[in-house]
Structure formats: structure tokens, C-alpha cells
């Protein structure tokens, strides 16, 4: 167990006095990671529908961050592939690829343009989009079905994340994991506090996307690791899970209507 003295020097920069000697992969001039997963199966790739014709809800930024909260309860309302789209452009959306060096610009902020996440959907309830598991492909905003899981159903996901039942009603589940070499191959020994930081700008979108089309949702930190990483057969080393997220639809009505002792105790 990580004793507190540790756990301090990994938020600390105290690292960065390191910068200058360290020899990381990048000034070895080592090829970089590729900026996504390779697609196996062309043919499979579902297109996403185009953002520009997409008419966001809620387009009043003040108001959209004034209403964020965490929401873990949903009314059962499907999303639509419009609204998927957006909630997906918003959270890992690549606006431009910089250079030779896989560093690109997205929706959310990365340290050094390395973005070392994937993610992944496992899908309930949304309008022409069969239940099952996707990954997101942000070179074409498009998504990949993974065949090889049956459907996961909301007590699959309960079960996993430690009995915590927020995901009943809930449309879809966002999964981020994490391919670390991404940011090591630029920061060595300093990509762990870089990744945490990126993926506290990565869940806040999603709050605020969400927010804006009408859907709340709940960050998940806690959950089974080996379990989570199975489900979406990854490595647990090269590649494993981070970060999840449900999102579904909520009663706008009641969206500032909340009981302050709940909320007060577990509001993230």
C-alpha cells in the first residue's frame, strides 16, 4: 500500500525539476504511439451523423454550468444517435493532428496533445443503435461494435462497480481507459500526474455535454479492475480502465430539485 508521502510526490511537480535530464522515448527520437487503436474491420465502422446539423438544447454556457450536477437516477428515455454523437465529439472529439508525432488537439485539453484514452460505450438504450459494446473512433467520429461480449446488461454493470446501482435506466455508459505509453512516450516518469489531470477534463465534459442536451450523468472511479478491464477484453497492463461514466435521461424539472443532505454527502 502506497504509504501518503508517496501518494503526495505523484500530484506534486516536484518531477518537472527532472525535466531537463530526463531521456524519454520522444528525445531518444523513438517513433510515437499511434493516436488510436488500429480498426480491424473497416466494414464494421457505424458513421456518426454530422455535427453541424445537430441543435443543441441548452446552448447558454452560464446555465449549462450553473445546472451540472451528478445524477444517478434516469428516467429510462432513450438518447438519440445525434445526441451519442455530440456527447462523444465533446469528450474526445479531434479537432486537428499536429505534426508527425501523433499529437493532436481534441474537445478536451491533453498534456502535450498525447490524449492516452480510448473509449469505449456500452449501449442500452439508444435510438437505432442495437444494446451492446462499442469503441469510439475519433479519426472519423465513428463507432466500432465489439461482437465478441455478449450484451452487458445494467446488473452486469452494477456488479462490476462495486454494487453501486446508478446505472439502472441509464442509456449508456461511457468507458474510458487508458493506453499510458501515449503520454510516457513524451514525459517518462511524469506521465501518471499528467493522465490523472486529463481525465478530470475528460469527465467534465461529459457532465456539461450532457447538461446541454437534457441527460445527466455520474462519474465512477470505484469499480473492479481486472472485471472492468475483462468486459472489454483489455490487456491490464498496455491498455485498462480509468475512468466510467452513465449518462440517461433526467427530469429537467427537477434538475435543481435535489434533497441537500444527499447532496451535500456524495455530490462529486
Given at each position: 500500500?502506497?504509504?501518503?508521502?508517496?501518494?503526495?510526490?505523484?500530484?506534486?511537480?516536484?518531477?518537472?525539476?527532472?525535466?531537463?535530464?530526463?531521456?524519454?522515448?520522444?528525445?531518444?527520437?523513438?517513433?510515437?504511439?499511434?493516436?488510436?487503436?488500429?480498426?480491424?474491420?473497416?466494414?464494421?465502422?457505424?458513421?456518426?451523423?454530422?455535427?453541424?446539423?445537430?441543435?443543441?438544447?441548452?446552448?447558454?454556457?452560464?446555465?449549462?454550468?450553473?445546472a451540472r450536477r451528478s445524477h444517478r437516477k434516469f428516467t429510462g428515455g432513450a438518447l438519440s444517435l445525434d445526441e451519442l454523437g455530440f456527447l462523444l465529439w465533446s469528450t474526445?472529439?479531434?479537432?486537428?493532428?499536429?505534426?508527425?508525432?501523433?499529437?493532436?488537439?481534441?474537445?478536451?485539453?491533453?498534456?502535450?496533445?498525447?490524449?492516452?484514452?480510448?473509449?469505449?460505450?456500452?449501449?442500452?438504450?439508444?435510438?437505432?443503435?442495437?444494446?451492446?459494446?462499442?469503441?469510439?473512433?475519433?479519426?472519423?467520429?465513428?463507432?466500432?461494435?465489439?461482437?465478441?461480449?455478449?450484451?452487458?446488461?445494467?446488473?452486469?454493470?452494477?456488479?462490476?462497480?462495486?454494487?453501486?446501482?446508478?446505472?439502472?435506466?441509464?442509456?449508456?455508459?461511457?468507458?474510458?481507459?487508458?493506453?499510458?505509453?501515449?503520454?510516457?512516450?513524451?514525459?517518462?516518469?511524469?506521465?501518471?500526474?499528467?493522465?490523472?489531470?486529463?481525465?478530470?477534463?475528460?469527465?467534465?465534459?461529459?457532465?456539461?455535454?450532457?447538461?446541454?442536451?437534457?441527460?445527466?450523468?455520474?462519474?465512477?472511479?470505484?469499480?473492479?479492475?481486472?472485471?472492468?478491464?475483462?468486459?472489454?477484453d483489455l490487456d491490464g497492463e498496455e491498455e485498462f480502465v480509468i475512468y466510467l461514466a452513465p449518462v440517461g435521461r433526467i427530469d429537467m424539472t427537477k434538475i435543481l430539485d435535489?434533497?441537500?443532505?444527499?447532496?451535500?454527502?456524495?455530490?462529486?
Amino acid at each position: 500500500m502506497l504509504k501518503m508521502d508517496e501518494l503526495r510526490k505523484i500530484l506534486k511537480a516536484d518531477k518537472w525539476l527532472e525535466w531537463e535530464t530526463l531521456r524519454t522515448h520522444q528525445k531518444q527520437k523513438k517513433d510515437p504511439p499511434p493516436l488510436q487503436k488500429p480498426v480491424e474491420d473497416e466494414s464494421k465502422i457505424i458513421s456518426l451523423p454530422d455535427l453541424e446539423k445537430f441543435q443543441i438544447r441548452e446552448n447558454n454556457l452560464a446555465a449549462i454550468i450553473s445546472a451540472r450536477r451528478s445524477h444517478r437516477k434516469f428516467t429510462g428515455g432513450a438518447l438519440s444517435l445525434d445526441e451519442l454523437g455530440f456527447l462523444l465529439w465533446s469528450t474526445q472529439g479531434i479537432q486537428k493532428v499536429v505534426g508527425n508525432q501523433g499529437a493532436n488537439l481534441r474537445t478536451v485539453p491533453s498534456g502535450g496533445g498525447r490524449h492516452p484514452f480510448e473509449t469505449y460505450l456500452v449501449v442500452f438504450n439508444v435510438k437505432d443503435l442495437p444494446a451492446g459494446i462499442y469503441r469510439y473512433i475519433p479519426l472519423s467520429h465513428a463507432l466500432l461494435p465489439l461482437q465478441q461480449k455478449q450484451n452487458v446488461t445494467t446488473t452486469d454493470m452494477k456488479n462490476v462497480c462495486r454494487n453501486q446501482p446508478y446505472f439502472r435506466d441509464a442509456s449508456v455508459v461511457f468507458v474510458w481507459s487508458c493506453i499510458p505509453y501515449r503520454t510516457f512516450w513524451r514525459y517518462s516518469d511524469l506521465a501518471t500526474k499528467v493522465i490523472a489531470q486529463d481525465s478530470g477534463h475528460l469527465c467534465q465534459n461529459l457532465y456539461l455535454a450532457s447538461t446541454a442536451i437534457g441527460a445527466g450523468t455520474c462519474a465512477i472511479g470505484a469499480y473492479y479492475q481486472e472485471e472492468m478491464d475483462n468486459m472489454l477484453d483489455l490487456d491490464g497492463e498496455e491498455e485498462f480502465v480509468i475512468y466510467l461514466a452513465p449518462v440517461g435521461r433526467i427530469d429537467m424539472t427537477k434538475i435543481l430539485d435535489h434533497d441537500d443532505v444527499f447532496h451535500k454527502k456524495y455530490s462529486t
